[in-house]
């Protein structure tokens, strides 16, 4: 068992990548921005939560709204000769709590320009916190005799109760979610700026399926549950669950990667057994998996949870301080700002808060950015980028989301334009507290688009995510990811041979063993995904580290792997048992010279991945082209290479015995000494020094501050000794 401290105080590269070392970009010195300091020149709006929308909006007599402040914008505008505007426009927020009425709004007629951006921002020094929700008063101590006899008996004189109704909040949202699923937890409680617990059994871990009882029968390769939600448990706990409103559980239930959350339909207590609410999950049920109960009054047994009677609107909780300390707050709003079609707008230094979705929505934005903000929790994603240009996400501080991070969608799949969208220098962490699978901190879709120097850790699934083309992956410390699931990646792709290009160079990986410790994969390349390089990243105690999945003209190149088992991974799954895949992909594409609706054999994708054009002619069920050149493992296992896919892999000039020196393994220093024998073998120098968070205006906090999740070691095998 660890627990690391970990603490960036260096100041390091900037937001240009501009030369190449070793493959990777180098970034160059962080640059400062005009609008960075208090406004020297052009229009400066001014508004403050104490300010009137019937002020003039300056520093004396401020605004009450970003609505009056964009509007002014727009009729300043149209009084002058052009809807660009001459100057560059600063909103600047005063410090303060703005509990927002709705969303806040711009499109492209609040565009600005590259010589006169607009920008919403902070006032230095100050916090400015928009948020989506409503603070609760009017709380007392729960006295009614019938809601006392359901609490846990520990929990009575300490839980309080709130009428929502009564302050004007009657519309709480839907429950719902997992995987497969929309959905999302609807109204949430956070107090102390944190989210808190809607009660749940039990307050950690899981409950056990003892048996499946369903009448149909499932077996996936020897893998056997029931396709209905009904099953056995050993635990007494779910007696107290009979006469609850609405009970629900959140269970893994067949697959360690597929969750989803159901609504109760029976509990018998006697015979302990469970029958869900249908529709039931599409994969079953499973003997030996987990799950745990949650939204029930009678399970607030500890400061921090909370229930929502939604037929009454009354909302209990049990607060972990005084009730008049942590500001307790309900999600209201579905967001906080939407920029559609918007061209030089930023936002940047601002706290955003409490909505029921995604906090902020960018569509079609061009040269746009949000950056050195605080986005947290929010009941969906922080921030959705999709379509535009040259637009991204900064120096945020993200956590306590719903689902994920940042998506970015953008660029033509057809012609393989690049949309050039980015998420640089993030710090993001205990995401997925809802939807827990396939909810990534970085989500990439599209054709190039880049995720860099972000920091990515603690969260149950997935840190990155892609699909598409050529984009970049590069700079980012991941660690304490995957830790709720198995067969699971940190940076993760699958199931498309000609989505090509993508580079995963210059990470580091670290501390990521799996649910339980059973194992889970670094990069994992799934069900034959094509055309990708794994190039020079760090991996420090990852559990097949770098995974190829069956895929064609893959790379895994000049890595260092220490402590991996194994380090490499290279199955032939599509000649066995995943041949149903590409059989797929042949039957319904190639007769019409397409793959997944693309014209594969004809530019711009036959001069860009010429190895595509012959991929039905060269075993394309096999892992044809795999290259494993130049990499160095040192301490636990080097390969696990599938008999069936070693004639398709090349081994090449790899370090696998004796000491690579490095300069101070104790420490986690794995840069190499200048007489490392790896140089010999032509292994070039990574950068580490450049991986991770740097030192900027755009920064959100400095330094930062984290830590490394304990791991927990695999449980022993049917007859080995512990």
Same mark, same amino acid.
């Given at each position: 068992?660890?627990?690391?401290?970990?603490?960036?105080?260096?100041?390091?590269?900037?937001?240009?990548?501009?030369?190449?070392?070793?493959?990777?970009?180098?970034?160059?010195?962080?640059?400062?921005?005009?609008?960075?300091?208090?406004?020297?020149?052009?229009?400066?709006?001014?508004?403050?939560? @104490? *300010?009137?929308? !019937?002020?003039?909006?300056?520093?004396?007599?401020?605004?009450? =709204? #970003?609505? /009056?402040?964009?509007? $002014?914008?727009?009729?300043?505008?149209?009084?002058?000769?052009?809807?660009?505007?001459?100057?560059?426009?600063?909103?600047?927020?005063?410090?303060?709590?703005?509990?927002?009425?709705?969303?806040?709004?711009?499109?492209?007629?609040?565009?600005?320009?590259?010589?006169?951006?607009?920008?919403?921002?902070?006032?230095?020094?100050?916090?400015?916190?928009?948020?989506?929700?409503?603070?609760?008063?009017?709380?007392?101590?729960?006295?009614?005799?019938?809601?006392?006899?359901?609490?846990?008996?520990?929990?009575?004189?300490?839980?309080?109760?709130?009428?929502?109704?009564?302050?004007?909040?009657?519309?709480?949202?839907?429950?719902?979610?997992?995987?497969?699923? @929309? *959905?999302?937890? !609807?109204?949430?409680?956070?107090?102390?700026?944190?989210?808190? =617990? #809607?009660? /749940?059994?039990?307050? $950690?871990?899981?409950?056990?399926?003892?048996?499946?009882?369903?009448?149909?029968?499932?077996?996936?390769?020897?893998?056997?549950?029931?396709?209905?939600?009904?099953?056995?448990?050993?635990?007494?706990?779910?007696?107290?669950?009979?006469?609850?409103?609405?009970?629900?559980?959140?269970?893994?239930?067949?697959?360690?990667?597929?969750?989803?959350?159901?609504?109760?339909?029976?509990?018998?207590?006697?015979?302990?057994?469970?029958?869900?609410?249908?529709?039931?999950?599409?994969?079953?049920?499973?003997?030996?998996?987990?799950?745990?109960?949650?939204?029930?009054?009678?399970?607030?047994?500890?400061?921090?949870?909370?229930?929502?009677?939604?037929?009454?609107?009354?909302?209990?909780?049990?607060?972990?301080?005084?009730?008049?300390?942590?500001?307790? =707050?309900?999600?209201?709003?579905?967001?906080?700002?939407?920029?559609?079609?918007?061209?030089?707008?930023?936002?940047?230094?601002?706290?955003?808060?409490?909505?029921?979705?995604?906090?902020?929505?960018?569509?079609?934005?061009?040269?746009?950015?949000?950056?050195?903000?605080?986005?947290?929790?929010?009941?969906?994603?922080?921030?959705?980028?999709?379509?535009?240009?040259?637009?991204?996400?900064?120096?945020?501080?993200?956590?306590?989301?719903?689902?994920?991070?940042?998506?970015?969608?953008?660029?033509?799949?057809?012609?393989?334009?690049?949309?050039?969208?980015?998420?640089?220098?993030?710090?993001?962490?205990?995401?997925?507290?809802?939807?827990?699978?396939?909810?990534?901190?970085?989500?990439?879709?599209?054709?190039?688009?880049?995720?860099?120097?972000?920091?990515?850790?603690?969260?149950?699934?997935?840190?990155?995510?892609?699909?598409?083309?050529?984009?970049?992956?590069?700079?980012?410390?991941?660690?304490?990811?995957?830790?709720?699931?198995?067969?699971?990646?940190?940076?993760?792709?699958?199931?498309?041979?000609?989505?090509?290009?993508?580079?995963?160079?210059?990470?580091?990986?670290?501390?990521?063993?799996?649910?339980?410790?059973?194992?889970?994969?670094?990069?994992?390349?799934?069900?034959?995904?094509?055309?990708?390089?794994?190039?020079?990243?760090?991996?420090?105690?990852?559990?097949?580290?770098?995974?190829?999945?069956?895929?064609?003209?893959?790379?895994?190149?000049?890595?260092?792997?220490?402590?991996?088992?194994?380090?490499?991974?290279?199955?032939?799954?599509?000649?066995?048992?995943?041949?149903?895949?590409?059989?797929?992909?042949?039957?319904?594409?190639?007769?019409?010279?397409?793959?997944?609706?693309?014209?594969?054999?004809?530019?711009?994708?036959?001069?860009?991945?010429?190895?595509?054009?012959?991929?039905?002619?060269?075993?394309?069920?096999?892992?044809?082209?795999?290259?494993?050149?130049?990499?160095?493992?040192?301490?636990?296992?080097?390969?696990?290479?599938?008999?069936?896919?070693?004639?398709?892999?090349?081994?090449?000039?790899?370090?696998?015995?004796?000491?690579?020196?490095?300069?101070?393994?104790?420490?986690?220093?794995?840069?190499?000494?200048?007489?490392?024998?790896?140089?010999?073998?032509?292994?070039?120098?990574?950068?580490?020094?450049?991986?991770?968070?740097?030192?900027?205006?755009?920064?959100?906090?400095?330094?930062?501050?984290?830590?490394?999740?304990?791991?927990?070691?695999?449980?022993?095998?049917?007859?080995?000794?512990?």
């Amino acid at each position: 068992m660890i627990s690391i401290d970990i603490r960036y105080h260096i100041s390091a590269a900037g937001l240009a990548l501009l030369a190449l070392v070793a493959g990777c970009s180098r970034g160059g010195k962080a640059e400062s921005r005009p609008e960075d300091a208090e406004p020297s020149r052009g229009l400066a709006l001014f508004v403050a939560s @104490g *300010g009137d929308d !019937g002020n003039p909006g300056t520093a004396a007599k401020p605004f009450a =709204t #970003l609505e /009056r402040a964009r509007d $002014e914008i727009r009729a300043l505008r149209a009084k002058g000769a052009g809807a660009q505007p001459q100057e560059p426009v600063t909103v600047l927020l005063r410090g303060g709590r703005y509990e927002v009425a709705r969303p806040f709004e711009l499109t492209a007629q609040d565009s600005g320009s590259a010589g006169a951006p607009i920008v919403y921002r902070t006032r230095k020094g100050e916090e400015a916190r928009i948020v989506g929700g409503r603070a609760v008063t009017g709380w007392q101590v729960v006295s009614d005799g019938a809601v006392l006899e359901r609490l846990d008996p520990a929990a009575r004189g300490k839980v309080m109760q709130a009428d929502l109704r009564a302050l004007g909040v009657t519309d709480f949202g839907q429950m719902g979610g997992g995987f497969g699923l @929309g *959905g999302g937890p !609807g109204l949430e409680l956070f107090f102390q700026d944190k989210p808190m =617990t #809607l009660a /749940r059994y039990p307050n $950690e871990g899981f409950i056990r399926i003892s048996a499946v009882l369903g009448a149909t029968e499932r077996d996936v390769r020897g893998t056997k549950g029931r396709l209905e939600g009904i099953f056995s448990y050993d635990d007494d706990r779910p007696r107290r669950w009979i006469g609850e409103k609405d009970p629900w559980v959140l269970g893994y239930w067949f697959y360690d990667w597929a969750e989803q959350r159901h609504r109760i339909e029976s509990i018998d207590a006697e015979q302990k057994v469970m029958t869900l609410a249908k529709p039931f999950h599409g994969y079953g049920y499973r003997k030996g998996q987990w799950f745990y109960g949650f939204n029930l009054l009678c399970e607030i047994d500890q400061p921090g949870e909370w229930y929502l009677d939604r037929e009454a609107g009354r909302l209990y909780f049990w607060p972990p301080a005084e009730i008049g300390q942590g500001k307790p =707050t309900v999600s209201v709003l579905p967001h906080l700002v939407t920029m559609t079609g918007v061209a030089h707008v930023a936002l940047r230094g601002l706290t955003f808060e409490a909505t029921r979705n995604d906090a902020i929505i960018m569509k079609g934005c061009t040269n746009s950015v949000v950056a050195g903000c605080t986005i947290r929790n929010v009941g969906s994603w922080a921030v959705r980028v999709s379509d535009g240009k040259d637009s991204g996400v900064v120096g945020c501080d993200i956590y306590a989301t719903a689902d994920g991070g940042i998506g970015l969608s953008g660029g033509a799949l057809k012609t393989l334009e690049p949309a050039g969208l980015y998420a640089e220098n993030n710090h993001i962490h205990h995401w997925s507290r809802w939807n827990r699978m396939y909810r990534p901190a970085i989500s990439l879709s599209g054709v190039g688009n880049r995720a860099s120097r972000n920091l990515l850790e603690n969260a149950p699934h997935t840190a990155i995510g892609f699909g598409g083309n050529d984009h970049v992956i590069e700079f980012n410390e991941i660690h304490s990811v995957c830790h709720e699931s198995n067969d699971a990646g940190a940076i993760y792709s699958g199931r498309n041979w000609t989505m090509r290009g993508t580079v995963v160079r210059c990470n580091y990986l670290h501390h990521i063993n799996g649910f339980e410790g059973r194992g889970c994969v670094g990069v994992y390349l799934d069900d034959m995904f094509c055309g990708t390089a794994i190039a020079s990243n760090v991996f420090y105690k990852v559990t097949r580290a770098a995974f190829i999945g069956g895929g064609h003209d893959n790379t895994i190149e000049n890595n260092i792997f220490v402590d991996c088992k194994p380090a490499v991974h290279v199955d032939a799954r599509g000649m066995g048992w995943a041949h149903a895949m590409p059989e797929g992909l042949i039957k319904e594409g190639g007769e019409k010279g397409t793959l997944n609706g693309i014209h594969f054999k004809e530019p711009p994708y036959s001069t860009r991945y010429p190895k595509l054009i012959g991929i039905l002619d060269k075993d394309p069920a096999s892992p044809t082209g795999t290259l494993v050149a130049r990499n160095i493992c040192s301490g636990g296992k080097w390969d696990e290479i599938d008999k069936k896919a070693q004639p398709f892999v090349t081994l090449e000039n790899n370090l696998l015995d004796g000491d690579p020196k490095f300069v101070d393994r104790e420490k986690l220093d794995f840069r190499l000494r200048d007489d490392s024998p790896a140089f010999k073998l032509g292994f070039r120098p990574i950068p580490i020094e450049k991986i991770g968070l740097y030192q900027s205006a755009d920064r959100a906090t400095w330094p930062v501050s984290h830590s490394v999740r304990p791991m927990v070691e695999p449980p022993p095998k049917a007859g080995q000794a512990k």
